[in-house]
């Protein structure tokens, strides 16, 4: 049987165990939930989101452009599309 006293020091037992993915002892960046990073990975990571976000921008760039612009763009390109007929 487990009392959640047992979880509790189980939980801060783990916490405590810090390592990081790469097998780097007691790295020093945590990213919640007990998962830790040391520095290397932490950057190598970092370059990661980098490269996501800005992905992401150039999508929600889009994205804006598309919701925002796209009736406006598509009444400017009809009326180009007009001028040159
Ligand atoms: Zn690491």
């Known amino acids: 049987m487990v009392y959640s006293g047992d979880a509790e020091k189980a939980r801060k ?3 405590a165990f810090k390592i990081c993915g790469c097998g780097e002892k007691n790295p020093k960046f945590s ?3 007990g ?3 040391c520095e ?3 950057k190598s990571r970092k370059e990661q989101f980098d490269k996501y976000l800005e ?3 150039v999508l929600a760039e889009e994205y ?3 919701n925002e612009a796209s009736i406006g763009l598509a009444e400017r390109s009809e009326w180009k599309i ?3 007929k």
Do not use: T
Request: include cysteine; hydrophobic fraction near 50%.
């Open 82 to 84: 007009r001028l040159l």
């Open 55 to 57: 992905k992401f921008l």
């Open 40 to 42: 290397n990975c932490l």
């Open 35 to 37: 998962i830790w990073f």
């Open 13 to 15: 037992e783990a916490e």
């Open 31 to 33: 990213a919640g939930n």
């Open 64 to 66: 804006d452009l598309y």
